[in-house]
């Protein structure tokens, strides 16, 4: 495209450090943006020619300049909705639990439900996990439904519990457990599928109050820098809130919708597929469960538990019978819908490498990009057929210095392939990054401090947990932009700073590439655009 003949650019960045993220032009000093994408990228002087009498030039006073971070797992709604629920991620004791969720307690009408949580019973001592008599006394007049942080099991108080029917004669369902004392009657704390006896009772969020959770997590994300999601298990209803959002031009960060595998019909029928939708608002792709999490031991491994020696976790009860999710994998699959399936424990992830084998072996070799979400206890023999079935790995960095502080005393050796970024990368399988928030904290620069430096939040592995693990800056952030991007079938529309590009670009405080690694998760996200237009700072 000439210069003499195009338009003026709407927008240019100058005086900036750009890593675009592209190999055939890492490095910039300038970029300039037309409407929605990005025009021309290199020297100041010669974006310069590109300027005009209404272009908007933003100085970037030679700070980092990098591509919009893609999330590439998140639970938005639920995330939106912990910002403003109680927060019990950082209670440090049974006594600080108790306090702010009567805290709590006072501060709603009677009736309503007390939600959120993400209580961690590890940082406790000693760890335990809590019980509906800790809280039921300040709650009398209020459900309680208070999640762990990894999602897998949840507290509820005895009214809950007994407006969910949940009584000692309740069976356990499959792929769930009901937490007993030894008398037999639920302490309150459910696993998995378990926990379907209260969400199904817990009121729906109304239009209006969907529409509000969305936007308070949008304007979270603007913040962070991070200009495209990947929601999975969307509801339909979230869904509905995007395409009118996107439709009024209020989305502010682009979002990859994706529902549970369950509903892969009601998508089918419709005629969607992978790569349908807008730049801003798309859909096509499946998120099922095979397993749970590590901190609730319901992650299925081949294994028992060091610390729990008669159980090997649960398979999800998506996966009972085998048969029945094999079939609507392979249908799905054939309908054109992309797969993305959360496995945590080696047996599961085992489990699911065979089925996506059989997926390839009824519908024949496609570009399909399989994704197996977390991907976190991997077995030796199975890393190959990771990259042998081109199968992505969706990884959240965050969650191995969190649950690296305790997971040695679970699982012992098996820490040896757990959270394997550079074994990955070494075996050819590709990456992506994101968060799992509300399970981790949305900022990309704690992601990628966890990913470089391995470093337990409790200050005892400060060289790094499975250090040899490790990855790089580099690494990290192509994971994090263009690794991402080709997870959601959207590497040659975003992902880097590249001309004809979606103009989505973050400014950061302090050079990633230069600091020490220990100073990455300070780093804060200075202006952060989306398709042309600054969303952060809101003007």
């Known amino acids: 495209m000439s210069t003499a003949t195009a338009p003026q650019a709407d927008l240019i960045i100058t005086n900036a450090k750009i890593y675009t993220v592209d190999q055939k032009q890492p490095h910039a000093e300038a970029v300039a943006i037309w409407r929605d994408r990005i025009i021309a990228v290199g020297k100041r002087d010669a974006i310069e020619a590109w300027r005009g009498s209404e272009t908007r030039v933003i100085d970037a006073k030679e700070k980092l300049v990098l591509p919009g971070f893609n999330d590439s797992h998140v639970h938005f709604v639920s995330g939106g909705m912990q910002l403003a629920n109680v927060n019990l991620k950082d209670a440090p004791t049974r006594e600080e639990f108790v306090r702010r969720i009567a805290a709590r307690a006072t501060s709603v009408p009677e009736g309503?439900?007390?939600?959120?949580?993400?209580?961690?019973?590890?940082?406790?001592?000693?760890?335990?996990?809590?019980?509906r008599e800790w809280i039921d006394s300040a709650t009398l007049k209020h459900p309680v439904f208070v999640d762990r942080y990894d999602g897998h099991m949840a507290l509820a108080n005895s009214l809950a519990l007994k407006m969910a029917n949940v009584t000692a004669k309740t069976p356990d369902p499959a792929g769930g457990t009901i937490v007993r004392d030894q008398k037999g009657n639920p302490t309150g704390v459910l696993k998995d599928a378990a926990m379907s006896h209260v969400y199904k009772i817990i009121p729906s969020l109304t239009h209006r109050q969907r529409t509000e959770v969305i936007?308070?997590?949008?304007?979270?994300?603007?913040?962070?820098?991070?200009?495209?999601?990947?929601?999975?298990?969307?509801?339909?209803?979230?869904?509905?809130?995007?395409?009118?959002?996107?439709?009024?031009?209020?989305?502010?960060?682009?979002?990859y919708a994706v529902p549970n595998e369950t509903q892969w019909e009601a998508l089918a029928r419709l005629g969607l597929r992978k790569k349908f939708g807008s730049s801003y608002f798309r859909t096509g792709a499946l998120k099922g469960f095979t397993d749970g999490s590590l901190g609730s031991t319901t992650a299925y491994f081949f294994e028992p538990y060091l610390d729990a020696p008669g159980d090997r976790g649960l398979l999800s009860d998506e996966?009972?019978?085998?048969?029945?999710?094999r079939e609507r994998l392979?249908?799905?699959?054939?309908?054109?819908?992309?797969?993305?399936?959360?496995?945590?424990?080696?047996?599961?992830?085992?489990?699911?490498?065979?089925?996506?084998?059989?997926?390839?072996?009824?519908?024949?070799?496609?570009?399909?990009?399989?994704?197996?979400?977390?991907?976190?206890?991997?077995?030796?023999?199975?890393?190959?057929?990771?990259?042998?079935?081109?199968?992505?790995?969706?990884?959240?960095?965050?969650?191995?210095?969190?649950d690296g502080r305790w997971a040695e005393k679970r699982i012992g050796d098996r820490i040896r392939t757990t959270y394997a970024f550079r074994t990955f990368l070494k075996?050819?399988?590709?990456?992506?990054?994101?968060?799992?928030?509300?399970?981790?904290?949305?900022n990309p620069m704690e992601t990628i401090y966890a990913a470089v430096t391995r470093a337990t939040l409790d200050g005892k592995n400060p060289q790094g947990w499975v250090p040899e693990e490790k990855i790089t800056v580099e690494e990290a952030v192509f994971a994090y932009t263009m690794g991402s991007a080709f997870a959601e079938f959207q590497d040659t529309e975003k992902g880097s700073i590249t001309p004809g590009k979606l103009a989505d670009i973050v400014i950061l405080s302090d050079d990633i590439f230069q600091i020490n690694p220990v100073r990455i998760k300070d780093v804060k996200a200075e202006t952060t655009i989306v398709g042309g237009q600054v969303v952060w700072p809101k003007n």
């Open 112 to 131: 309503e439900w007390i939600l959120g949580g993400n209580w961690d019973d590890q940082q406790w001592n000693p760890p335990e996990l809590p019980t």
């Open 427 to 442: 075996n050819g399988v590709k990456l992506s990054l994101g968060t799992d928030w509300s399970v981790a904290p949305l």
């Open 330 to 402: 392979i249908q799905a699959d054939h309908s054109g819908l992309q797969l993305c399936m959360h496995a945590v424990g080696d047996q599961a992830i085992s489990i699911m490498l065979d089925l996506f084998q059989e997926v390839v072996a009824k519908n024949g070799i496609q570009d399909r990009r399989l994704r197996i979400e977390h991907a976190q206890h991997v077995a030796a023999k199975d890393f190959k057929r990771f990259a042998d079935l081109q199968v992505i790995a969706s990884v959240q960095p965050y969650h191995a210095i969190d």
């Open 215 to 255: 936007r308070r997590a949008l304007q979270h994300a603007a913040s962070l820098g991070v200009t495209s999601l990947q929601e999975m298990n969307s509801e339909f209803a979230d869904m509905g809130v995007y395409a009118e959002l996107a439709e009024k031009g209020e989305l502010t960060a682009r979002m």
């Open 319 to 325: 996966m009972i019978p085998m048969e029945k999710i």
